[in-house]
């Protein structure tokens, strides 16, 4: 079982930062281990932002959409109990609600919402001038 809360969105201007933090609870360790963001905007459908895959003894990596390339960085703090998401110039249609979700079996690529098993609450990341 894996337990998320998600902290650190505010209320920013345009070109402004936010670093959002998840913290991670886990009743057990695995193999296997996926970690993101995605975001949901107002009258929109939830979308991937970005995500770290761990894999003991094998291939991971870190992933980004497009939309967020250049401006956002995700990382996990060495303990892998906090997941963090840096927003860099920031832009009003970064405006949404952004969820922290995460997965302990590889059920898929990192950018499908069905691949995750568990996810968060959600903070609130505003931006307006």
């Known amino acids: 079982q894996v337990h998320l809360v998600e902290s650190g969105g505010d209320s920013v201007q345009p070109g402004g930062s936010l670093r959002l933090s998840c913290a991670i609870s886990r009743s057990t360790t695995s193999s296997y281990f996926m970690a993101g963001w995605f975001r949901q905007a107002p009258g929109k459908e939830r979308e991937e932002v970005a995500a770290?895959?761990?894999?003991?003894?094998?291939?991971?990596?870190?992933y980004y959409a497009d939309s967020v390339k250049g401006r956002f960085s995700i990382s996990q703090d060495k303990d892998e109990n906090t997941l963090n998401l840096q927003l860099n110039n920031l832009k009003p249609e970064d405006t949404a609600v952004y969820y922290c979700?995460?997965?302990?079996?590889?059920?898929?690529?990192?950018?499908?919402?069905?691949?995750?098993?568990?996810w968060g609450q959600g903070t609130q990341v505003i931006v307006s001038s």
């Open positions: 979700e995460a997965a302990d079996q590889a059920r898929g690529a990192w950018y499908l919402q069905g691949s995750y098993m568990y």
């Open positions: 770290i895959v761990v894999v003991k003894r094998g291939r991971g990596g870190t």
